[in-house]
C-alpha cells in the first residue's frame, strides 16, 4: 500500500441546508441542520485512506465532544491518528451553508487548528517514511513549510494544496513538487505557479488540468453526477490524486482517479470521499 501522511486541520463542520445563500445582512430560512467531522486536513486524509492508501494524519483536536468525534471518524476510517494532538480548549469548526444548487460559503473559526504550531521529532520520522507528504493552509504556514522542509529532505513527494489561498513563503514553495489549485486560487497567485514541477488545477465539474513547467498540459473531465454538495469535493480529489501519485500512477490516470472521487463526493451531503472500488467502478 502506498503511504500518504497528511499534516493538516480537522474541523467539526455545522451544516445548514437552504434554498438560496444569504447576501451580505440577510437571514434566509434553511432546511436542515447536520454536525458532520470535517476540515481539509482530516478530510484529505479520509479520502485517502479510502481511496487504498495507508494514511496517517497529523494535526490537533481539542478536548471537547467534537474533538472525540474528530478522533473517532478519522480512525473509523482507517487513518493512523498516532500523531493527533488533544489540546486543551475547543476543537476547530466550520459554518457551512449549502444552497439548493450544492454551492456553498463557509466561516472556519481555527481552534486546536492554530495550537499546531511545531512539529516534533516522531511528526518528522513519520513524515520521512512516507511516499507522499499532503498539506493545506488551515494550520499556520510555518508549520507547513516545517513538514514540507522535512519531507523534501527525505525525497518523501510534497503534495499542498494551497488553500484557503494565502501569501505562500518561499521556503516552502521550494519544496512544493506538486501544488494543488482551483481557478480562484489559480488567479491569486499570478508567478508562482511557474515555480512548482507539476500544478493541477481543479476545475469543479469540468474536471482538473495539470501543468508542467515544462509546458506540458492535460485536461482531464469529471464524471457526471446528480450532486447534491459540493462540500470537500477538493478534499476528496487531493486525498485520491495523493494515492494515486504514491501508487507511481501516470500523471492522466492519477487525474481521472481525483476527478472520480471529486465527483462522487457530491452526491452525499458534507465531505463524503468514495470509497476505492466505488472509485474503480466510475472510471469504468
Not at 168 to 181: G, T
Amino acid at each position: 500500500m502506498s503511504r500518504v501522511v497528511v499534516v493538516g486541520s480537522a474541523n467539526m463542520d455545522l451544516v445548514v441546508t437552504a434554498e438560496a445563500l444569504p447576501a451580505p445582512g440577510e437571514t434566509v430560512l434553511g432546511d436542515s441542520f447536520a454536525t458532520i467531522p470535517g476540515g481539509k486536513g482530516a478530510n484529505q486524509a479520509v479520502a485517502a485512506a479510502k481511496a487504498g492508501g495507508r494514511c496517517a494524519f497529523v494535526g490537533a483536536v481539542g478536548q471537547d465532544v467534537f474533538g472525540k468525534a474528530l478522533r473517532d471518524h478519522l480512525i473509523d476510517a482507517g487513518v493512523d491518528v498516532a500523531r493527533l494532538r488533544t489540546v486543551p480548549g475547543p476543537s476547530g469548526v466550520a459554518l457551512i451553508a449549502v444552497d439548493a444548487n450544492a454551492e456553498n460559503l463557509i466561516v472556519v473559526a481555527p481552534g486546536a487548528n492554530a495550537t499546531l504550531t511545531r512539529l516534533d521529532v516522531q511528526d518528522r520520522m513519520v513524515i520521512e517514511a512516507a511516499d507522499v507528504l499532503l498539506c493545506q493552509l488551515e494550520i499556520p504556514l510555518p508549520t507547513v513549510a516545517q513538514a514540507a522542509t522535512a519531507a523534501r529532505s527525505a525525497g518523501t513527494i510534497v503534495m499542498l494544496n494551497a488553500a484557503p489561498a494565502r501569501p505562500l513563503p518561499p521556503e516552502l514553495l521550494a519544496a512544493v513538487d506538486v501544488l494543488i489549485v482551483n481557478e480562484h486560487e489559480a488567479a491569486s497567485m499570478p508567478g508562482i505557479l511557474e515555480t512548482v514541477p507539476h500544478v493541477v488545477m481543479t476545475l469543479g465539474a469540468r474536471g482538473a488540468a495539470y501543468y508542467s513547467r515544462t509546458g506540458a498540459g492535460i485536461t482531464v473531465p469529471a464524471p457526471r453526477v446528480p450532486a447534491v454538495d459540493t462540500t470537500g469535493a477538493g478534499d476528496a480529489f487531493a486525498g485520491a490524486l495523493a494515492v494515486a501519485w504514491a501508487e507511481g500512477r501516470k500523471i492522466v490516470q492519477a487525474l481521472h482517479r481525483a476527478c472520480a472521487a471529486g465527483a462522487l463526493s457530491t452526491m452525499k451531503r458534507g465531505a463524503s470521499p468514495p470509497t476505492r472500488e466505488e472509485i474503480e467502478a466510475a472510471i469504468r
